[in-house]
């Protein structure tokens, strides 16, 4: 599984469009590129999906460069209520035996 | 709701005990997972199980014996755990068709300490 490289930490204040990257080089042809939302004491959520190029749903968007190299998590107008751990996770979604590794993660905190 | 059900949410035992975690899917998903999560550290894939068949055991001590007796239920049978093995456990589940895999679905996790 191609290993992946986040931020620690971030910080934003309400209202502010938070871009978080991962980097993943060793990305294979078959992977896909999935990110979760994790608050404290509970389980990850799944946020959003992408392959290549951008993905957009209710949550947040997915910008996906060409090469796939990495990957930005763009959440718009953050609210409290988005201070969460994000995860970003690289595996072949094509996989019968699909394990889902998580790694450290970005911790996100918005300020009013 | 994510519809992955952990029972209980709580649970405090002593090192000689023997206690089960019940996780419970109805989501019609036939994967389910064993995570923990010990603080501010990563979650730690545990236990996978694919169609009743346990296909991933990443090293985890004997004291932790998982059970997966039909695709909407998974336990995990803990005794004579240690004090480092106080943590968030979580179950998920997903469904696979074919060769795809959908995203995983969480439940909120029981919170073991153990005394």
């Known amino acids: 599984l191609a290993k992946t490289t986040q931020p620690i930490s971030m910080d934003s204040y309400e209202g502010q469009e938070v871009n978080i990257t991962c980097s993943h080089n060793?990305?294979?042809?078959?992977?896909?590129i999935t990110w979760y939302q994790q608050f404290p004491s509970q389980g990850p959520r799944f946020i959003i999906q992408?392959?290549?190029t951008k993905v957009t749903n209710e949550v947040a968007s997915l910008f996906i460069p060409a090469d796939r190299k990495s990957s930005t998590l763009s959440l718009p107008r953050v609210s409290l209520s988005d201070t969460a751990v994000y995860y970003c996770?690289?595996?072949?979604?094509?996989?019968?035996?699909?394990?889902?590794?998580f790694g450290s993660g970005t911790r996100l905190l918005v300020r009013p | 709701e994510t519809g992955v059900t952990q029972t209980p949410r709580h649970l405090v035992m002593g090192m000689t005990n023997k206690k089960s975690l019940k996780c419970e899917q109805h989501?019609?998903?036939?994967?389910m997972y064993w995570y923990k999560q010990s603080a501010k550290k990563p979650l730690e894939l545990m236990f996978v199980?694919?169609?009743?068949?346990?296909?991933e055991n990443n090293s985890v001590p004997s004291r932790f014996s998982p059970e997966c007796p039909n695709s909407s239920h998974l336990f995990l049978h803990l005794h004579t755990l240690q004090p480092e093995d106080s943590a968030l456990y979580l179950c998920?589940?997903?469904?696979?068709?074919?060769?795809?895999?959908?995203?995983?679905?969480f439940g909120q996790g029981t919170r073991l300490t153990v005394v």
């Open positions: 998920a589940s997903s469904r696979t068709q074919g060769s795809m895999n959908t995203e995983a679905f």
């Open positions: 060793n990305i294979a042809t078959n992977d896909y």
């Open positions: 992408g392959y290549k």
């Open positions: 996770l690289v595996g072949p979604r094509m996989d019968s035996s699909y394990k889902l590794i």
């Open positions: 989501l019609g998903h036939n994967a």
């Open positions: 199980y694919s169609l009743e068949e346990r296909v």
